[in-house]
């Protein structure tokens, strides 16, 4: 079965400073990942995603992420984080032929002016 | 509508009594999916619709636990007998028709709070 492990519950930075999120994932092929952003009371915001091909994906908000197979890792950046970036921060991971994913428990970003 | 719109947005009931949760998809949406957020967790996946059928309901954690389409288009999510474990976000989420860009992303509505006393 997938799974999806977020290491930092909470993470506090200052403003304009650099981010970076982890996620590690355990699937035995390609998976489907995906980030996305829950701001309080609000639903879950696509920021990214990767199917195939570069591994190097650009998403909304100045978001990106990076693939690496050798790591299972699917870490997300922002270099450099504005105020209105504190949310929860999920990771998500699909498979070819089933739709469900399945979510890390997510991140906390808090961010210091 | 523009979003995946849910209803209501809070629900209180008590327990034992039974609730309904309504999803109405992004228009032209054939999958709909069902998720369930506990506190301090991420979405757990309870359901998905292809159409009116449930293509995948290895989510639900219990026969108290039903949801339909009848038309293809809005879902109901229907809780028996709820228990105070039940309580959490429920998420709906669509996503476009095999085949067309952006199949495989699923779009999130804002969720319904439910709470069981």
């Known amino acids: 079965a997938q799974s999806v492990t977020q290491p930092d519950i909470h993470i506090t930075v200052s403003e304009g400073a650099s981010l970076e999120l982890r996620c590690n994932y355990s699937?035995?092929?390609?998976?489907?990942l995906f980030w996305y952003v829950q701001s309080p009371g609000q639903g879950l915001q696509l920021l990214l995603k990767?199917?195939?091909?570069?591994?190097l994906v650009q998403g909304i908000k100045g978001f990106e992420a990076e693939f690496k197979r050798s790591q299972s890792s699917f870490n997300l950046r922002k270099p450099s984080v504005h105020w209105s970036d504190a949310a929860e921060y999920f990771c998500?991971?699909?498979?070819?032929?089933?739709?469900?994913?399945?979510f890390g428990s997510g991140t906390r970003l808090q961010v210091q002016p | 509508g523009a979003g995946v719109s849910q209803t209501p947005s809070n629900k209180v009931t008590e327990k034992g009594k039974y609730v309904e949760l309504r999803c109405d998809p992004i228009?032209?949406?054939?999958?709909l999916y069902w998720y369930r957020q506990s506190l301090g967790q991420g979405p757990e996946f309870l359901i998905y619709?292809?159409?009116?059928?449930?293509?995948?309901d290895s989510g639900l954690p219990n026969d108290r636990f039903f949801a339909v389409r009848p038309e293809g288009s809005v879902s109901t999510l229907k809780i028996q007998r709820t228990e105070r474990g039940d309580s959490a976000v429920y998420l709906c989420?669509?996503?476009?028709?095999?085949?067309?860009?952006?199949?495989?992303?699923?779009?999130f509505g804002p969720g319904t709070r439910l709470t069981v006393l």
């Open positions: 989420a669509s996503s476009s028709p095999p085949g067309t860009p952006s199949t495989d992303t699923q779009y």
């Open positions: 699937y035995g092929a390609t998976p489907y």
């Open positions: 990767y199917f195939s091909g570069d591994t």
């Open positions: 228009s032209g949406h054939t999958a």
């Open positions: 619709f292809q159409g009116t059928g449930a293509a995948d």
């Open positions: 998500a991971v699909g498979q070819a032929g089933r739709r469900a994913l399945t």
